[in-house]
């Protein structure tokens, strides 16, 4: 007699809607259809694979960029049903690959939890390849099915046997839909190394064919993880100096819900917390992460309060400080997630809350009766960040004030456009007054701001926060943008009703100074402007490096490939001696209507709309390249230097 919840066939293969939108709105699927939306499609694939994993059927998987920028993800789970499924009168498999809402997921006796798009996941990918392959190894047998941009180019062949078991799919995006066809291997290494952490046990790699070793093997990375979250807060917080001995950290269920939680407190002023339901990342939190604020400050506030330690502090102490310095990362699974808004970045489930607060209150309670230096420490660094944050109340206050008071108070280096609907306005921080100068006379006054910044600004990843409010350019950004800070729940939330221009623009020279300007200020909007990140109001400009001239020719370029295809175009059959090329080490170099043709004018400029693919590695990185360890940052810089402009 079979054990039903081991029983996995076309019966399980739940129907629930037609595929054919997905080829003509495809962002709503899958997000865009620029490089994120590209990504996205192995993230679904994979997805399929650790739902087998996590249901205890797989161990292994395996994922290649092949050569022609095609992917193919192997695991080694049961193998996706070939049965006949009687309602739709076809394979399993195919019902799989083009019937959208379809598969095991919705059966609660086939997978208990799921991550994934709701189940669009795999049938989407097959709707937005020109070509996709189903290999299935299963009971013995190997199945094979081949599709163009979702339709079967034939029935589910049986092409042999097999002592494997497992399932391979390989599919070409359709390049006709996505703006690039490019996968980054850094970008997809990040997520299956998020994977492992959050699935531990679990064997994931990623191997690039497109990039071979000395020997001629293709690049790989293996992610492996025994101890889950608590490896995860480790490596996040790899380039912070932890405050207390270990990480604190509980992995269990609560009401019936599983739950994982790691967290540690370091030296820093930030507050990284990264939340995720069924291995999706909620960037804007939900139940879960309320769940865990709560246990954290009624924890924390109630040893601090039984301690003594409080008793000369002359204010209260809010939510804010318990999490000061803290890095954290909370997981848990649940069966039917219910998530606010089209992006799944919400979770609205009210059950979690409850679980993930008593899990943490425990977890906390134990800890900090086991280590009582720790906990000195932690509250300690609480009463430091409560002192902060009064500081940085009054110094925001006045900056506050500014904004209140609207154009008249505007910083007078600020250039304003005459526009005032914010849709069609922007604004450029410029790197010093002389580019600020030249931008103000290139610029469209229509609906082109220029504000010129003095020099490097504040490193606020070192800097406490009302040193960050006292800075000139920093009060002077806030100002200018219209944006206010503190709410009557968060002191630190952004509010973006004054928001005066959807494009914030940084223009920094294309030299090292340069790039690290860059760097400084786009560390200060991930994390005191993260919102206007998030909604994708933050652009880079991208000044030509190199004009290439012949007689009356000539040709701006933005790379040292194209410098180079346009000093073999215009050589031809010329004197090779008359083609003149000048290296932009500054904006400072170019006049007013140089810098409008390269890089103001919409009709021709390229600007790079910054967005966060992975918040925890975002996190990662800024620590690491404003942050004090050096060997990490050099490492970072030499390997990601061939995709930049830096100068001997």
């Known amino acids: 007699m079979s054990d039903k919840k081991n029983d996995y066939g076309a019966g399980n293969i739940q129907v629930l809607e037609g595929l054919e939108a997905v080829r003509k709105r495809p962002a709503m699927y899958i997000g865009d259809v620029g490089v994120r939306g590209l990504h996205h499609l192995v993230y679904e694939v994979v997805d399929n694979s650790i739902d087998e994993a996590l249901a205890g059927h797989c161990n292994n998987i395996d994922v290649w960029v092949n050569e022609d920028n095609s992917i193919s993800v192997k695991d080694d789970g049961r193998g996706i049903p070939t049965d006949f499924h009687e309602k739709e009168q076809k394979s399993a498999l195919e019902v799989v690959m083009t019937v959208l809402h379809a598969g095991g997921k919705f059966d609660k006796d086939t997978y208990k939890v799921s991550g994934g798009l709701h189940g669009v996941g795999v049938s989407c990918v097959n709707a937005l390849s020109i070509k996709l392959i189903a290999e299935v190894h299963r009971n013995g047998k190997k199945f094979i099915q081949e599709y163009s941009t979702g339709i079967p180019k034939g029935p589910v062949e049986e092409v042999g046997t097999t002592d494997y078991r497992g399932t391979i799919v390989t599919f070409w995006p359709d390049l006709s839909i996505f703006e690039s066809g490019e996968y980054n291997y850094e970008t997809l290494a990040n997520r299956l190394r998020e994977l492992s952490y959050l699935n531990k046990g679990i064997n994931i790699s990623i191997s690039d064919k497109r990039n071979l070793d000395e020997e001629g093997n293709a690049v790989r990375d293996d992610f492996h993880s025994e101890g889950g979250l608590k490896e995860f807060v480790t490596f996040l917080d790899g380039n912070r100096n932890q405050i207390i001995d270990d990480v604190i950290y509980m992995d269990g269920e609560?009401?019936?819900i599983p739950v994982e939680v790691a967290m540690v407190y370091n030296d820093t002023y930030s507050e990284n917390i990264h939340a995720y339901v069924n291995n999706i990342n909620t960037h804007e939190g939900g139940t879960h992460l309320a769940g865990f604020r709560r246990g954290l400050t009624n924890t924390l506030k109630k040893f601090a309060d039984e301690s003594g330690m409080l008793q000369k502090l002359k204010f209260e102490i809010s939510g804010d400080d318990?999490?000061?310095?803290?890095t954290a990362v909370v997981s848990v699974k649940v069966q039917e997630p219910q998530f606010e808004g089209q992006t799944k970045t919400k979770l609205g489930n009210r059950e979690v809350t409850a679980p993930v607060s008593q899990s943490v209150s425990e977890m906390l309670q134990n800890y900090l009766e086991e280590h009582p230096k720790d906990a000195r420490t932690i509250v300690q660094k609480i009463i430091l960040a409560a002192q902060a944050r009064n500081a940085a109340k009054k110094a925001r206050e006045m900056v506050q004030r500014k904004t209140v008071l609207g154009s008249n108070s505007l910083p007078g280096k600020l250039a304003d456009c005459s526009e005032r609907d914010p849709e069609?306005?922007?604004?450029?921080?410029?790197?010093?007054?002389?580019?600020?100068?030249t931008a103000k006379q290139g610029r469209d006054r229509v609906f082109q701001a220029i504000m010129p910044l003095r020099g490097k600004i504040l490193n606020v990843e070192k800097a406490m926060p009302h040193k960050i409010f006292e800075n000139e350019e920093i009060k002077n950004i806030y100002t200018a943008l219209g944006v206010r800070v503190g709410t009557e729940e968060d002191d630190r939330a952004l509010n973006l009703e004054g928001?005066?221009?959807?494009?914030?623009i940084i223009m920094c020279d294309a030299d090292v100074d340069g790039s690290h300007i860059a760097t400084l200020i786009l560390t200060f909007f991930f994390r005191f402007m993260k919102p206007l990140v998030e909604q994708g109001y933050i652009y880079i400009a991208t000044p030509p490096l190199y004009l290439v001239r012949k007689g009356k020719q000539e040709q701006y370029c933005w790379s040292d490939e194209e410098r180079d295809a346009m000093i073999g175009e215009l050589k031809g059959?010329?004197?090779?001696s008359s083609v003149k090329i000048q290296r932009y080490k500054g904006l400072g170099e170019m006049n007013a209507i140089q810098l409008w043709d390269t890089t103001m004018n919409p009709d021709y400029r390229t600007l790079r709309q910054v967005s966060i693919?992975?918040?925890?590695?975002?996190?990662?990185?800024?620590?690491?390249?404003?942050?004090?360890?050096?060997?990490?940052?050099?490492?970072?810089i030499e390997k990601n230097a061939k995709y930049a402009n830096i100068d001997a």
């Open 254 to 256: 609560k009401g019936g």
């Open 322 to 326: 318990f999490r000061e310095g803290l």
């Open 424 to 437: 069609k306005c922007e604004i450029y921080l410029v790197e010093g007054d002389s580019a600020g100068g």
């Open 499 to 504: 928001l005066r221009y959807h494009k914030v």
């Open 573 to 576: 059959a010329g004197n090779e």
């Open 613 to 636: 693919d992975s918040a925890a590695e975002a996190d990662r990185v800024f620590s690491m390249l404003m942050g004090d360890e050096v060997p990490p940052r050099r490492e970072f």
